[in-house]
């Protein structure tokens, strides 16, 4: 997989033109020499943007290369107004890491900093085939996560590619807006016979790939390269290889489609950008990165698993970045000195059932409106039983529709209960004592 | 001395750089190529053993901007030397991506 993400950095990373694409009111209002590649300007690298692309990568487990620099990339195309696009070639920041997926881990080969492209819109004007184009993302910070061959499944490289997205926005550097181009995923493709494994030997890889770009969505990259393993194997088992080639996927049709044949290894002719003198860490500086590093998100997960026994799936919907975690994490400790359950609370929050916003509302706020609504008043069984006797009397439908196995009146009858004797009761609790009384 | 840049080789260049060559150009740049690379080939036999390679000829390093948002063209600035625009973008003919 080949994922960029544009990082949010207020100003782009070689000028100081604003960094907002999306938001921009008109076409070409964010642009200056640099960033339109005008002869003689000069670039100049966004610190910030370095630090973020380093902190990504120390939340991959990356090793961190402390001599690095920006490497031009040359293409014509006219997105690209230099004619080349800087890059980083041989010495990227990060490199090295792993990720954790639930079908095994993936390896990490580098991340990279680089500026992205400007906004082409293709049209038809006055009958002639025309591009338009919009430099306002000209220069945009944008990391590459390159990872190593080691995905073997959609639905792995949909895990990986979900899970790149949640560190990204832990880490608060991207909105990673898919739909709007803020994310792209890319997958790399090619299969190969199991059975031509060697016991114990490491499997080369086959002798072509298919890139499928473009992909906006993480349901789209599961169907275009379940699509592709199809293709794939249906030429292979004819005894063909699968031509190299970029394909695109159509969600409508629900298949892949050619862009374009690769005829040869593209040649790009990197060289070190003499406009941008190397990057040195010293260990002042690594330090000071590394300080502002969160806790790892997976340890952040695994911490609440043990102290609050709540669930991943459900804390994971809960939140985005960093500074949100940290709000949960005091929530947490208030509810548990409160003698509340914080699983209660997180599930009550992941269903909406509580009226509060979570990164909006003070802690005060939130923790009381939580224990309203699991507070119950106090009541003896015996006192319930002769309300209950009372509404199953006056509810003889919904006491037959129970016995007919339509169990969902409860919530009605339970409802009724606690309205005839003006107290708030347990759910759990009561439908016990209803469901004892109906069988008896 | 010995061609070691050939009329593919220049073939493959002036594609890269999108520069259409006669063939009368194509075997002339071969030839002048080859005595500038050819030249190389005498600085090659000096001694560098002992001296580090550089990419670079000052010691400069960490260059860097501060993330502040400096002011930007306008839009009419910006496409003012453009004799193809249209509402605000940049015109240019429909090109179908090489890579
Ligand atoms: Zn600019």
Not at chain 1, 121 to 142: A, E
Not at chain 1, 261 to 280: N, Q
Not at chain 1, 418 to 430: D, P
Request: proline letters at 4%; one cysteine or more.
């Amino acid at each position: 997989m080949e994922i960029h993400a544009e990082l949010k950095t207020l100003s782009k990373m070689f000028c100081g033109c604003k960094n907002d694409p999306f938001h921009a009111e008109k076409p070409n209002i964010y642009t200056c020499p640099v960033c339109l590649g005008l002869p003689g300007a000069l670039p100049v690298a966004n610190k910030k943007a370095i630090e973020w692309t380093v902190k990504l990568g120390l939340a991959l487990g990356c090793k961190i290369n402390l001599f690095s620099k920006f490497d031009r990339k040359h293409y014509f195309y006219p997105d690209l107004p230099k004619g080349y696009q800087i890059s980083q070639y041989d010495l990227p920041f990060c490199y090295d890491g792993k990720v954790k997926t639930s079908f095994g881990p993936v390896g990490i080969t580098r991340v990279h900093l680089e500026e992205d492209t400007g906004k082409l819109i293709h049209q038809k004007i006055n009958g002639r085939d025309v591009s338009l184009i919009d430099f306002n993302r000209s220069s945009v910070p944008l990391v590459e996560i390159v990872s190593e061959p080691e995905i073997y499944s959609s639905a792995q490289a949909k895990e990986y590619s979900k899970k790149l997205r949640q560190i990204i926005r832990y880490l608060d550097i991207s909105d990673c807006d898919m739909e709007k181009g803020g994310m792209r995923l890319e997958a790399n493709i090619s299969l190969q016979d199991q059975r031509s494994k060697i016991k114990d030997q490491k499997l080369e890889l086959p002798n072509y790939k298919v890139e499928l770009k473009n992909i906006n969505s993480f349901r789209y990259l599961e169907r275009g390269i379940e699509y592709e393993i199809e293709r794939q194997t249906e030429i292979l088992n004819e005894g063909k290889t699968p031509v190299q080639e970029t394909r695109g996927f159509n969600a409508e049709k629900n298949m892949t489609f050619t862009q374009r044949i690769k005829e040869g290894a593209a040649d790009y002719r990197y060289f070190p950008d003499p406009d941008l003198p190397p990057i040195r860490f010293n260990e002042k500086w690594m330090g000071e990165i590394k300080s502002s590093e969160p806790e790892l998100i997976d340890l952040v997960f695994t911490r609440w698993e043990k102290d609050y026994k709540v669930d991943r799936k459900i804390t994971e919907l809960l939140f985005e970045t960093a500074a949100e975690s940290k709000k949960l994490d005091e929530i947490f400790i208030n509810l548990t000195k409160q003698k509340l359950s914080v699983d209660k609370f997180v599930n009550a929050v992941a269903n909406k059932k509580l009226m509060i916003d979570l990164f909006v509302n003070n802690i005060e706020e939130i923790v009381n409106t939580f224990k309203k609504s699991v507070a119950v008043d106090e009541i003896t069984d015996e006192q319930l039983r002769v309300f209950i006797d009372k509404v199953l009397l006056v509810n003889q439908k919904a006491v037959a529709d129970f016995k007919s196995g339509k169990t969902n009146v409860m919530n009605f009858l339970a409802g009724m209960v606690m309205r005839e004797a003006k107290k708030k009761v347990e759910f759990g609790r009561l439908s016990k004592l209803i469901t004892e009384i109906l069988k008896s | 001395m010995k061609k070691i840049i050939t009329k593919e080789l220049i073939d493959s260049l002036s594609k890269l750089a999108k520069i259409n060559l006669t063939k009368e150009q194509e075997e002339k740049y071969a030839g002048e190529f080859s005595s500038i690379i050819g030249y190389m080939d005498e600085i090659k036999t000096l001694d560098v053993e002992n001296i580090p390679e550089t990419a670079r000829v000052t010691d400069e390093g960490n260059v860097l901007r501060e993330d502040k948002i400096e002011p930007s063209f306008d839009q009419k600035q910006t496409l003012k030397n453009s004799k193809n625009t249209h509402n605000g973008y940049f015109l240019v003919p429909q090109i179908l991506k090489e890579d």
